[in-house]
């Protein structure tokens, strides 16, 4: 656990990888940011050959359905499920134009639950307040706002992208209730959607919270059911 965090510590803390702007012909970044970082982290390993099973969703726009990627590249099936419309470029498939699974389903345990290999803890992170206490403007910003006549309490484009792909509905979250043992929330409304140098504060946040979640009990079912599957032959 500890080296996945310093992994993401490292690769994601401090930098912005959704800032290599271009012209918004299909989004509003190039993506190649993302690629890369992808690719140094994945390189060519196939989901079938992780040493734990793993799954992530995205939305096929040719379709109109979400497509769970179990098999594959690694990095193909990331790329897409992060590839929120108008900020960063669609991944071009042989079944579909495919973007954020978050635009359909951003809680899927229902497909976990589907899955049938046990218990399921999804964790919320979309359904918290955003926008407030908005980051405040440079001088160049306020400039900008007044001669656009834009309103001071108006996010930016960027975060208003981020928010619409990743806010999780009250639909969402019954239906996760229906399909999940646990369902945790942890308090991130004081976290900007891109400030990526708050990865160890919103770490801390999620640590916390699951730690008060078991200590009233929340969580008894999940573990005691996870304990007995992990003791079945």
């Known amino acids: 656990?500890?080296?996945?965090?310093?992994?993401?510590?490292?690769?994601?803390?401090?930098?912005?990888?959704?800032?290599?702007?271009?012209?918004?012909?299909v989004a509003l970044t190039r993506g190649s940011k993302v690629?890369?970082?992808?690719?140094?982290?994945?390189?060519?390993?196939?989901?079938?050959?992780?040493?734990?099973?793993?799954?992530?969703?995205?939305?096929n726009l040719t379709t109109g359905e979400i497509m769970v990627h179990r098999s594959g590249r690694l990095t193909e099936a990331l790329r897409a499920s992060v590839a929120i419309p108008g900020l960063l470029p669609p991944v071009c498939t042989d079944e579909g134009i495919l973007v954020d699974g978050g635009m359909m389903n951003n809680l899927p345990a229902d497909v976990m639950a589907n899955m049938e290999r046990g218990t399921v803890l999804a964790i919320d992170v979309g359904s918290d307040l955003a926008f407030h206490g908005l980051p405040k403007l440079s001088w160049r910003g306020r400039l900008m706002r007044r001669w656009l006549r834009i309103p001071s309490e108006m996010p930016a484009l960027t975060p208003l992208l981020l928010r619409a792909a990743t806010v999780s509905g009250h639909a969402q979250t019954l239906m996760a209730l229906d399909h999940a043992t646990v369902v945790l929330k942890p308090p991130l409304a004081g976290i900007d959607l891109r400030d990526w140098s708050s990865f160890e504060a919103a770490a801390e946040l999620g640590y916390?919270?699951?730690r008060e979640a078991i200590a009233r009990g929340a969580l008894d079912m999940w573990l005691n059911e996870t304990s007995e599957a992990s003791k079945s032959p």
């Open 35 to 59: 690629d890369a970082w992808l690719e140094g982290h994945f390189g060519d390993t196939r989901i079938e050959d992780l040493w734990k099973p793993f799954f992530c969703v995205s939305s």
């Open 208 to 210: 916390r919270h699951t």
């Open 1 to 25: 656990m500890e080296r996945v965090r310093d992994w993401a510590s490292r690769g994601l803390a401090g930098r912005n990888p959704i800032n290599d702007y271009t012209l918004p012909y």
